[in-house]
């Protein structure tokens, strides 16, 4: 079964300075990125988890945590669709 991930997409920075979020599948060496619909800022981002930051020390920044769960809640059901996306097409030999 293909690995999926998801990943901030460094290489392509938007106008407002956020990065899109892609979600990457590699198989055999291969790897293909789709479009989620999401971008974030570098500080938004939690490198190690590769999800939304929900922690900040800030009270500035406390706004943005409900935002952020609820984002890294859609983007963990867009990864279930890819896994699901790529059980499918294995079945059917179209991978």
Do not use: C
Request: proline share 1%; charged share 40%; aromatic share 10%.
């Amino acid at each position: 079964m293909g690995l999926t991930k998801i990943v901030l997409w460094m290489h392509q920075q938007k106008k407002n300075g956020e990065f899109p979020i892609l979600i990457r599948i590699t198989e055999g060496r291969k790897s293909r990125y789709l479009k989620t619909g999401f971008s974030a800022k570098e500080e938004d981002w939690d490198v190690d988890r590769n999800l939304f930051r929900t922690k900040y020390r800030r009270a500035d920044d406390q706004y943005k945590i409900h935002e952020h769960q609820y984002n890294n809640q859609l983007l963990m059901k867009r990864v279930g669709e890819a896994d699901r996306l790529i059980k499918e097409l294995k079945e059917d030999d179209n991978l």
